[in-house]
C-alpha cells in the first residue's frame, strides 16, 4: 500500500525524468528524430507498482528537459509491451513509411497475456509512427521474430553497415540462458539469425536490455571497437540489478570479446570487479543508447532504480526516475580501451558557481562549507591528494544532528580509502533507508588515483547522487531519500587525509 503524502513530494527530481503519475521502469525507444531526442519507457499508466506494461513518452529538445506526451503504445488483453528500441527507418525498408516521410519504427516485446494464442510466449513485434512520434500503429503481422520461448525480449536494432554488408541487426535476449542472440534484417520484417554470445563474465542474474554500438578508440575512426552492453539483474556488482559491457570486435555476424574474465555459468563472486560495470552503484539499471543521435555520439540511459527494492521506494503518485543522460566514449588506459562516461550536464548552461576553495591541507574530521555551497540539486566539482594513510572526500546531503565526525545526522559520505585505493559511497545513513531491507548500502569502486589526484564530479537531485571519478573511469549512481532540509556539504579528512586541490560547487 502506498500512502500519498506531502512529505513524498520533496523527492520529485529536478533534472531526472519521471514520469507525472505512475511507475517506469526501463528505458524503451531512444531515438533522436528531427531535432527531438525521444525518450519511451516502461510505463504502467494505471498504478506506481510494475504492472500493465505500456510505452510511455516524453521528448527533449536538450536532453535535460522532458516534456511528457501520451503513452505512445498501450498494452492491451492480448500483450504488455515491454522494453525494445526504435530506429528511423530513413530509406523505408520497412515501407511504413508514406509521402517520402522516414517512419520511425519500434522493436519491441510482446509479452503474451493469457487471452492470446501465443499466451507464455515473448517475441519481438512492430509498431511504427509516421508523424514523427506523436501516434504509433501497431504492425499487423506481429510478432516478426519469436523463438517459441518465454524468456526472449529487449531487442535493440541498429543499422550495420561495413564488410559484411548493409542490413539491421537485432540483438536480444534469452534472458534465462544468459546469452545475447543477434539476428538481421533487411526490412526489420523478416529476421535471419546470426550468433549468440554467452554466458560470460557475470551470469548470476538474468540478462536483459542488451545494447551494441562502436566507438572509436581515443576519437580515431581507423581504430575502433565495439561494446556489448549486457544488464543482469540480480547479480549486479553492488547487488541487485547492475549493467555489465563486454568490448570487443564485431564483424556483422559475431561479437567477440576482448574482455571476458571468466567463461560459463559458475558464479565467482572474486573475480566480480575485474568485468566491466557500466556503474558501481545500485540504481543504474536497463541503461542502453540513443540511436540516431547526430556527429556519432553514443548518448545513454538508464533506469536509477534497483528491481531488489525499486517497488517500495517513497513515493507520492510517481515513482523511479531516469538516470542523467550520459555520453560514454572509449580511451586507451594502460595499453587497452576503458569506457569513459559524462553527464549531459544540468549546469553547463544554467548553473552559477556558488562556491569555491583553492588548495589546502584537509583539517581532520569534517569541515563544513558555508550555507551557499549548500543545496538539494547540486553540481560538485573536486580535487584531491588524498594522504597516504586515510580517508578523504566528501559528506553529502548532510542534515539533522551533525557534528564535526564522519557520523551523525543524515548523511551520504563519499570517500576514498588510501590504503584500499577504494572509493566508497556509504548511503546506510542517508535518510529514508527503512522502506526496503536490502537498501541500506556501501558502493565500492576501486579507483587508482592519476597523478596522485583524485578528481571527483558528483550531481545531486533530490532523491540521487551520480558519481563521476578520475573523468568518468568509473561512476557511482544511488538513491537517497534525506530530508529537504538535509543539504549541508563538507570535506572529510581521516588519518592522514590529505589536501584538497580544488572545489566548485554550482547550482
Ligand atoms: C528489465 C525488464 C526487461 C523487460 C521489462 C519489463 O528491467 O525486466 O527485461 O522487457 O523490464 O518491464
Not at 522494453?83 to 520511425?104: E, I, K, M, Q, W
Not at 570479446?257 to 556503474?279: C, F, H, I, K, N
Not at 531491507?437 to 532523491?463: K, N
Request: aromatic share 12%; hydrophobic share 40%; glycine share 12%.
Amino acid at each position: 500500500m502506498n500512502t500519498i503524502t506531502q512529505l513524498d513530494c520533496r523527492f520529485r527530481p529536478k533534472w531526472h525524468y519521471a514520469a507525472e503519475r505512475n511507475w517506469l521502469n526501463d528505458p524503451n525507444g531512444l531515438v533522436y528524430s528531427n531535432g527531438t531526442y525521444h525518450l519511451f519507457y516502461q510505463h504502467n499508466p494505471h498504478g506506481d507498482v510494475w504492472g500493465n506494461m505500456s510505452w510511455g513518452h516524453a521528448t527533449s529538445a536538450d536532453l535535460l528537459n522532458w516534456e511528457e506526451q501520451p503513452v505512445a503504445i498501450a498494452c492491451d488483453d492480448e500483450e504488455a509491451i515491454f522494453s525494445g528500441s526504435a530506429v528511423v527507418d530513413v530509406h523505408n525498408t520497412s515501407g511504413f513509411g508514406a509521402g517520402g516521410v522516414p517512419p520511425l519504427v519500434a522493436i519491441y516485446t510482446s509479452a503474451y497475456a493469457p487471452a492470446s494464442p501465443l499466451a507464455g510466449r515473448q517475441a519481438q513485434s512492430l509498431a511504427y509512427s509516421t508523424d514523427d512520434g506523436a501516434t504509433w500503429t501497431k504492425y499487423d503481422g506481429n510478432p516478426v521474430l519469436d523463438r517459441a520461448s518465454a524468456d526472449f525480449r529487449d531487442p535493440k536494432v541498429f543499422w550495420y553497415d561495413g564488410d559484411a554488408g548493409s542490413y539491421w541487426v537485432m540483438v536480444a535476449v534469452e534472458a534465462l540462458d544468459r546469452e545475447v542472440v543477434l539476428y538481421k534484417s533487411a526490412d526489420l520484417k523478416s529476421w535471419e539469425y546470426l550468433s549468440s554470445f554467452g554466458p560470460a563474465n557475470a551470469t548470476d542474474g538474468v540478462w536483459e536490455c542488451p545494447d551494441l554500438f562502436e566507438l572509436p578508440v581515443d576519437g580515431d575512426a581507423q581504430n575502433t571497437r565495439w561494446v556489448l552492453v549486457v544488464n543482469l539483474s540480480p547479480g549486479g556488482i553492488a547487488g541487485g540489478s547492475g549493467g555489465q559491457y563486454f568490448i570487443g570486435t564485431f564483424d556483422g555476424v559475431e561479437f567477440r570479446s576482448e574482455t571476458t574474465v571468466t567463461e560459463g555459468l559458475q558464479p565467482d563472486g572474486s573475480r566480480m570487479a575485474e568485468y566491466g560495470w557500466l556503474d558501481w552503484g545500485r540504481d543504474y539499471y536497463a541503461a542502453v543508447s540513443f540511436s540516431n543521435v547526430p556527429a556519432g555520439r553514443r548518448l545513454m540511459v538508464g533506469w536509477m532504480n534497483n528491481w531488489q527494492y525499486g517497488a517500495s521506494t517513497p513515493s507520492d503518485g510517481w515513482r523511479s526516475a531516469m538516470s542523467l543522460v550520459r555520453e560514454v566514449r572509449l580511451v586507451s588506459r594502460g595499453g587497452r580501451p576503458a569506457l569513459v562516461q559524462a553527464a549531459v550536464d544540468p549546469f553547463a548552461a544554467a548553473g552559477m558557481e556558488l562556491f569555491a576553495l583553492d588548495r589546502r591541507r584537509l583539517p581532520e574530521g569534517v569541515t563544513w562549507l558555508p550555507a551557499e555551497a549548500s543545496g538539494e540539486v547540486l553540481r560538485i566539482d573536486a580535487e584531491f591528494e588524498p594522504g597516504a594513510a586515510g580517508r578523504t572526500g566528501l559528506v553529502l546531503r548532510a542534515g539533522g544532528d551533525f557534528g564535526a565526525g564522519a557520523s551523525g545526522g543524515e548523511r551520504t559520505v563519499l570517500a576514498y580509502d588510501s590504503v584500499a585505493g577504494e572509493l566508497t559511497l556509504d548511503r546506510t545513513a542517508s535518510g529514508n533507508v527503512g522502506f526496503h531491507e536490502t537498501f541500506p548500502s556501501v558502493e565500492r569502486v576501486a579507483v587508482p588515483l592519476e597523478d596522485g589526484r583524485l578528481r571527483l564530479r558528483i550531481f545531486l537531485d533530490r532523491c540521487s547522487v551520480e558519481v563521476f571519478a578520475q573523468g568518468g573511469l568509473a561512476t557511482i549512481t544511488d538513491q537517497v531519500f534525506p530530508a529537504g532540509s538535509s543539504t549541508a556539504v563538507g570535506l572529510l579528512a581521516e588519518g592522514d587525509g590529505g589536501t584538497l586541490v580544488n572545489l566548485s560547487v554550482t547550482g
